[in-house]
């Protein structure tokens, strides 16, 4: 009796789950990373005078090319939101008014998204 067994059809099922798992994780993937972006809303001249420097790399972070989504918190006194975005090792932060008008955007001086949220936490922004 032949113990061998044939390569094409010894191969065939570990071809398929390869092949099954890899859709399944990309399935996963695509839900993950098709979160609504924020929408990025016309710079005041605020932005353009005072932090011209990252608009760019802002604008791509907070419409959802980012290294982390986007995440808001809220402040309750002053009635403004903060979006914050990290975008390989840079941090940005977006605060809009209770009427979602840009108030401000910057570079954080942040090193770490946990380190972002501290300083917003430190000013009244809650999550």
């Known amino acids: 009796m032949n113990t061998i067994a044939n390569p094409k ?11 099954t798992v890899g859709a399944l994780v990309l399935l996963f993937l695509s839900t993950v990373t098709t979160l609504p972006p924020v929408t990025v809303p016309d710079y005041t001249a605020h932005e353009v005078d005072r932090h011209a420097d990252v608009i760019s790399v802002a604008t791509t972070c907070f419409s959802g090319y980012g ?12 009635k403004r939101s903060a979006w914050m975005c990290q975008m390989d090792d ?22 770490t998204f946990a380190d972002a949220i501290k300083y917003l936490a430190n000013r009244g922004y809650l999550p």
């Open 90 to 111: 840079s941090m940005f932060v977006w605060i809009l008014d209770e009427l979602g008008n840009t108030v401000t955007m910057f570079k954080n001086k942040s090193k």
């Open 9 to 19: 059809t010894s191969l065939l099922p570990v071809l398929f789950l390869f092949l």
């Open 67 to 78: 290294t982390i989504s986007p995440q808001m918190m809220y402040n309750p006194e002053t």
